[in-house]
Each structure stands twice: as C-alpha cells, then as structure tokens.
C-alpha cells in the first residue's frame, strides 16, 4: 500500500497530460517545505506531511494527519494541510486528475476531518479561474483498503497555469484524530461528456436559499449549524425591469446575543460569520454532464469583511458528500465547469454565495454589495444607470455621466452591445446605450 497528502505547488510539468513528478511519492524530499521531490506543501507545521511505508505500488506512499491549528495557544481552530504540484495548461482541454487514498484501522480519520483532490486553474497574473474539488478519505469511509477517486474540470479559456492539489481538512478539538495515505497520483486528458450551460436567471426561476452559520475566525471558525432560508433573507434583491441581482451582508433580525457583540442594535458587531447560498438545483437530471455555469459580475464594492464565491456543487443522494467548483466572483464574465458524477440520485446545484460577519440592518450600506446581470440583461429601460448600481427609474444626464464612467473604467455595466453584452467594451456599446438613452423609461 502506499499513501500521500497534497496542496500547495511545486515544479510545473510540461503539460497537463505528462507524467507528473515523482507521481507515487517514491521520492522523499528535502525539507517540510517540499516533503516529495516535484512537491510543494502547504500548513506542514509538525511536519505533518511524510513519506510511509504502506504504499498501493512500489515502496513508498504519502501521508498526512492535521496539523492541529491553535490560535490562540490552547484554543484549536479549523484547517487544511496539503501538497501540491504544477502543470501547464491548454485552454479548452477536459482533464481529469485521479489518486488512490486510504486509512486505516489504527489510526482511522475521525469527527468531521476530510481529505481531498482539486484541479486549479490560474491566468498570467495568478489570479484563481476555476477550483473544482471532490471529497476523499472521511469518517465513514472502509479502513484498510485504498479506493481511487477522480476529479474532472475544464481548463478555462485564460488559463495559463494549473495544479493539481490533495490535501486534509482539520476540525474542531474533537476531530483531530486519524491520517490518510495517498499513492500513485495522476492527471491526463480525456473526452469530455456532454455539456450543459446554465445561467444566472431572474426572480422566476426556482431559486432557493440556504444559510451555513459559523463562528468568527477570532473565535475558532468552527462550523455551528446550516438551514434552508427564504431568498430575500440571504439578502438576495432581484430587478427584473434592469436585469439586475443585488446580493448584501446578512442582517438576520435576530437581536440575540448570539447573533450580535451585546445584542443586535445600531453598531453593534457581528457576532457569528453568515455564508449565505442562493442557487438553483437539479435531482437524478445533470448525472455524468459537463456543467458550465456563465454569467456576468457588473460590480462588487464588499469591504474586506465580506467574500462573494460562484459554485457549482455535485451532491450524493443522502447530501453526505459533494464535489465542487468554485471561484471569487470579480466584476467581469465568468464561466466556471464541473463534470458531474455519472450516478443515479445526485444533486446538483448552481449558484452565488456571500460569506461574512452578519450586520444589524441600519449599518448594512458601508459594508458594500455585489450585483450580477439576470436574464438576458435589461429588459425596460437598462440605460438608467444612476446612482449606481441599480438606478431610480428614471434616464437623465446622471446616468449619461454614470455610462461615461463605467465606459472609461472598462466596467462590464458598461456592455450594452450586443443585448447581454459580449465581454468586450468598446464603441458600439456607446452607441447601444445612446440608443437607449433616448429611448427612457
């Protein structure tokens, strides 16, 4: 048997399809820092990343257990610990990486602790296009024998670069046990199945909404409890007329301490972080498909207390485990993909989560927001435009000099040709929005 532990980047292949470095770990490296020759770790404080002897082939595999985060001293804290390896990509290209992993018996992963295997992508600046992921080694998984799992993606159309990633999240004081073995890791091409795009429609579409509740990072970040929410309290804000989605911190109405620093009142600080989920999903209906999920981020002013992620998440049937992709949503397009798991009873969702500190109702407007294009864009009277970023219903000069700006700034809102936007800002969107300009409302 072999094992292994992955997540940060190392050497960079030739491409996606040859041979990876030292693939089954054979190869100890120098330092924790690269613990594999061709491997680059993250998070190994211990070290908890080494070379073991219980390899699938040959005489050695990878190992890895949590690195046991306090912070502060004494108070465990949440966590990942991996290795990772590079590789150049080929936009377009449909690759799928794949590891054998396992646990055993006497030293078996415990609580919520979880291994995992990721495919990421990055542009010329580093900046992250696509995260696709799927769960491996758990609580519940057979001890002493190693399975083989697999995750596809689509390298996107900027891609420069990619890596391949497996790693370990740690839990809380409880989970802490157990080590996963990994061996013999490999990423090829393959032919891709059949591909299905989805959108980010309007308020008519089935959309539902769920709330993940945590505590604050100073406070341990641990996971308290998740539930279906109603969509307008996540917050999500549709406009139909300007084909436009506002997405704003949670300002749950709660005022309980547990909610809110002293209870909930103008000022008052969070006091819990609020991932909230707006998504459509499908039931036994995107089984074995290549899922591509496109749209447009027209702007996103969120100060550093707040995140906003698109996903694509692959469910089992009881919900127990999933696979996904997911990426920072920036102003601009997007287009991110997942191939689905091809068995019966999955679900699988789409969709925009913002993730941060909760904030009482009257101190929302600094914190910021972000805004998605619905639909095919604006449907009565797009060209109104001021104040940013979802107008007043009425076209004036203000929103001329609203255009003006985003048109300077290259800022997707910008977009107006041809209806829905074509990714590119140049005349002939001056002219659609003069058009509409002198249309009105």
Known sequence: MKCVIVGALALLSAGASAQLNNPSFEVAGPDAA????????????????????????????????????????????AGDTGIRQGFFTTPGEYLEASIWAAHLSSDPVQGNNTGFLSIVFYDQFSNILSDVATNTINAGTPADVYEQYTVSALVP???????????????????????????????????????????????TAPWLGYMNVLDL?????????????????????????????????????DPDPYYYQGGGAPGAPGNKVMEANLYQELTDTLQGKLLTFEGTVLSNDFTSEHEAYIFIRDFAPNYGSFAQAIIPAVPGDFSLSLVTVDAPGRHVQWGL?????????????????????????????????SPAPNGDGAVNTNDFFQFLTYYQAQDSAADFSPPGGDGAINTNDFFAFLAAYQQGC
């Open 157 to 203: 159309p900027d891609a420069v670069t990619g890596e391949v990633v497996i790693g370990m999240y740690q839990g809380d004081t409880a989970d802490r046990g157990g080590a996963i073995l990994f061996d013999d890791v490999a990423i090829q091409s393959v032919t891709p199945p059949d591909q299905v795009i989805v959108g980010i429609d309007d308020s």
């Open 217 to 253: 990072p100073q406070n341990g970040g641990l996971y308290q409890f998740g539930s279906p929410w109603a969509v307008e309290d996540l917050v999500a804000e549709f406009d139909d007329t300007t084909g436009k989605l506002t997405m704003k911190p949670n300002s749950i109405d």
């Open 353 to 385: 989560q913002v993730s941060g500190v909760c904030v009482w109702i009257t101190d929302v407007d600094p914190f910021g927001s972000i805004v998605y294009r619905t639909g095919d864009g604006p449907t009565g009277c797009p060209a109104d435009l």
């Open 34 to 77: 690269t613990p594999f020759v061709g491997w680059n770790s993250f998070n190994n404080v211990i070290p908890n990343i080494v070379q073991e002897a219980i390899p699938l082939t040959g005489s050695f595999c990878g190992k890895m257990f949590g690195p046991s985060f306090e912070d502060p001293p004494g108070t465990p804290v």
